[in-house]
């Protein structure tokens, strides 16, 4: 199909609103940004719910704020006009000859269709788009997908279809797994993405029409030409918090919102960010670790979800990976470490480059956890021991003694506790800690929060069966696949993953666990919010597990007791890095 509008601005040759039709004859809409000159250039493709016309400095603005003001190499070199929240800038690519698509995806932003996210319907859509951009004219027949968030889960999905075009795929902080990674954490529901659906793809649905925003480039608005009614709209879409409370196991409806690792064999760069708890990191190491690809590399750094990605040295990361697969320049890429971390400190990154995940030079050592001092320490337990919580309370913290020595945490932690409860079940939250000497928290700029721990993990203890094939002594793998109910009074032992982090611990600093009932809060009252997301950030940005529904009272409210037994071995198992010459 031809373009509804095609015009030279700023460098580029735009075509606006290009049809793409799908299988079931129903177009959707896309964006072409390519060079001017003539010619067949590689393709860098997005298709995502964000609205594709939509300005990243409208859509979210104390975002672009921020990162505008603490990274000018963000908008240097750019008029900013095209700027759209998670994706590339195109004035930053196509000038070094690539072709950059947007596509909006069915029933949001220009194309029309029933909203149902990451469902076999849209991962469809996305392979057949790249088979089209593949074929077209312009294309040089190669093409790559990247992007941030959605626009990096769902490549791991699209990849597991195998597109013949599809060469190489740039998951930046994109989770994988829809239950363990982004639904349900250890099997507690995440309220965030029904709040999410509220706030960022019902706001830029299809059919919104004059009632939605306009293109500040184009004027036109960018929500389709049609202006629905709030009945019409509510019927083009999913319930999706109903549908996700509707599945609380890892059942079918999840998997086929999930990738199928042994099929993933494209050629991939994997980006997670260290502060991303509760989305965003676990699905960039486990699609490194589990992808079937040859060619992989993983990179790790922090800060704020967003701004790695559009700084010189994300984007000219992106272009390393991407002028080797697509372009097929001998540029070093594929003769470089498989592993680039931006190592944190508590005031600082430091880039070093490491040959696998996790490091193999990693010491994983066992901290006990003792009720006397509420300590942590290498020496276990002389004798048994017990400390009795409000299930859904705040909790006790273990400490260490002072560090006598520099110490880097870096990759994934698990907890092995023994637990009881008064009731037939109970959720876990465990909190990595850091504290100064004078007994202060430190924390850390996340990918959303301004203020989070170094590491989280959470389980509901009628979900503790693992599966023995996948997991691991330092990542626990859950079944999910049926809920083991306990016996009140009974103690049960609980494996629980903690998501990967990193960082570099001063002299005299010490390590804290904290094993709660509920979320982990901020101590100090910050009153930071941004502008999509409902809740104010108190420590875990909107990843928050508060759903009346999921926990009721009656189950979740009673007493969890500890159970400190030198005979459970029960302990934190921490990521120990010695200096890469020891």
């Known amino acids: 199909m031809s373009a509804a509008k095609s015009e030279v601005r700023d460098g580029m040759q735009i075509d606006w609103d290009v049809g ?8 959707l809409r896309a964006d072409v940004f390519r060079p001017v000159s003539k010619g067949q250039y590689p393709v860098i493709l997005s298709y995502g719910p964000y609205a594709k016309g939509l300005a990243f400095q409208e859509g979210y603005p104390s975002a672009w704020e921020r990162m505008a003001e603490k990274h000018p190499d963000v908008t240097a070199g750019s008029s900013n006009l095209y700027q759209s929240w998670e994706v590339v800038d195109p004035e930053k690519w196509v000038p070094d000859g690539y072709v950059c698509v947007r596509v909006d995806s069915r029933g949001c932003g220009n194309s029309p269709g029933y909203v149902d996210h990451f469902s076999p319907r849209e991962t469809l859509d996305f392979a057949l788009c790249i088979e089209w951009a593949g074929a077209q004219s312009w294309s040089n027949g190669k093409v790559g997908l990247n992007g941030i968030s959605y626009y990096g ?17 740039c998951i930046w902080e994109g989770s994988a797994d829809w239950y363990r990674d982004m639904t349900h954490h250890g099997g507690i529901l995440s309220t965030f993405w029904e709040n999410w659906y509220d706030m960022q793809v ?48 890892d059942d079918e409806y999840h998997r086929a919102r999930s990738p199928i690792w042994s099929k993933i064999k494209v050629p991939l760069l994997s980006a997670a960010n260290w502060g991303g708890q509760g989305l965003h990191p676990r699905g960039n190491f486990e699609g490194f670790t589990q992808a079937a690809s040859k060619d992989k590399w993983l990179e790790a750094h922090g800060i704020e979800h967003w701004t790695e990605f559009y700084t010189d040295y994300g984007v000219q990361l992106q272009k390393s990976f991407f002028d080797h697969f697509l372009k097929g320049e001998d540029n070093g890429w594929d003769r470089q470490p498989k592993v680039k971390l931006q190592v944190r400190h508590v005031d600082r990154f430091v880039e070093r480059d490491e040959e696998d995940w996790p490091i193999p030079r990693t010491r994983w050592t066992r901290f006990y956890l003792h009720s006397d001092g509420m300590q942590l320490s290498e020496v276990v337990p002389e004798k048994v021991s017990s400390i009795s919580l409000d299930a859904l309370g705040d909790g006790v913290t273990f400490l260490s003694g002072p560090l006598e020595a520099e110490t880097e945490l870096t990759g994934p932690s698990a907890l092995k506790v023994s637990i009881s409860s008064s009731t037939v079940d109970a959720d876990l939250f465990a909190i990595l800690r850091i504290f100064a000497p004078d007994g202060e928290e430190v924390v850390f700029q996340g990918a959303i929060d301004p203020h989070t721990p170094i590491a989280q993990g959470w389980l509901r203890a009628s979900h503790r069966k693992l599966d023995k094939q996948l997991s691991k002594p330092w990542r626990p793998y859950h079944a999910h696949d049926k809920k083991e109910p306990l ?20 002299v005299g600093y010490k390590i804290g666990l904290s094993i709660r009932g509920n979320d982990y809060v901020y101590s100090k009252d910050t009153g930071e919010r941004l502008s999509n997301f409902k809740n104010e950030l108190t420590g875990c940005g909107p990843f928050l597990h508060n759903d009346p529904i999921d ?32």
């Open 153 to 169: 889960i769902n490549q791991w999905h699209v990849a597991t279809l195998q597109p013949k075009h599809l060469a190489a795929c």
């Open 202 to 249: 019902k706001t830029v649905q299809y059919g919104l029409g004059e009632r939605g925003p306009r293109s500040r480039v184009t004027g036109e608005v960018v929500c389709g030409s049609k202006t629905l009614s709030d009945a019409e709209l509510h019927k083009s879409r999913g319930d999706l918090g109903a549908e996700i409370r509707a599945h609380p196991l």
């Open 20 to 27: 793409i039709e799908m299988d079931d004859e129903l177009v």
């Open 487 to 506: 016996i009140p009074g009974t103690p049960v032992v609980l494996d629980v993953e903690i998501w990967p982090t990193c960082i570099v611990i001063p």
């Open 551 to 582: 926990r009721p009272n009656e189950i979740f409210g009673g007493k969890t007791t500890l159970h400190l037994d030198s005979d459970q071995e029960t302990y934190l198992l921490l990521p120990i890095i010695p200096p890469a010459s020891v």
